[in-house]
């Protein structure tokens, strides 16, 4: 038993790697039942056990007569990142990998949740390459767009522009899904991934 527990220990993956399989999983907001006094983002063991739990009820869900097969997700959104904090004017795009991109899920939501711990938990694995940038006051959101209704409130608005969440932020069409993380959320996952190693 203590071989195993030593093997499992050594193949835990990354609270980043646990919030892109609950996306794929399609989970429901993951801290929906989170308890904390503060909101913080669950634990990478309370991750482990959530993913656990939906997947069996997925695994069953799926056997059940009329359950979809070979299920596709074909909407398309755009998400973008930014972050303010006290000396801020504003909100910016900060430094780093995941700020912005193009994913496909079901729901604006789904994508706003899993791209805001993504690049949470990249900032805390590269913190020594953000550490003058990273300060213990700034707030983090992730807006996200469904491609084809923004692109169809664009049209008329700057058309040669580039189909991309920063056009969409940069015409003030509306985002369909925000999610914020503020300074105590943010050092908490930070501090989690630091402690995790």
Do not use: C
């Amino acid at each position: 038993m203590t071989n195993d527990l030593i093997d499992v220990r050594t193949r835990l993956v990354s609270p980043s790697r646990l919030h892109q399989v609950a996306a794929l999983l399609n989970m429901p907001y993951l801290d929906e039942t989170t308890t904390h006094e503060d909101d913080a983002p669950p634990t990478q063991q309370a991750l482990y056990t959530r993913i656990a739990d939906w997947t069996q009820l997925s695994a069953q869900t799926a056997g059940l007569p009329g359950a979809s097969d070979g299920h596709q997700i074909t909407e398309r959104f755009a998400y973008l990142i930014e972050y303010t904090d006290q000396h801020a004017k504003g909100w910016h795009q900060p430094p780093g990998e995941y700020t912005d991109g193009v994913v496909q899920a079901e729901t604006a939501e789904t994508v706003a949740q899993s791209v805001l711990p993504r690049y949470i938990t990249h900032l805390a694995e590269h913190r020594d390459e953000y550490h003058l940038w990273l300060t213990a006051t700034f707030t983090l959101r992730a807006s996200v767009w469904h491609i084809d209704d923004a692109e169809r409130e664009r049209r008329g608005r700057r058309a040669g522009w580039a189909s991309a969440a920063s056009t969409y932020n940069q015409v003030g069409i509306p985002p369909h899904a925000i999610e914020v993380r503020t300074p105590s959320q943010i050092r908490h996952v930070i501090d989690d991934v630091i402690e995790g190693w």
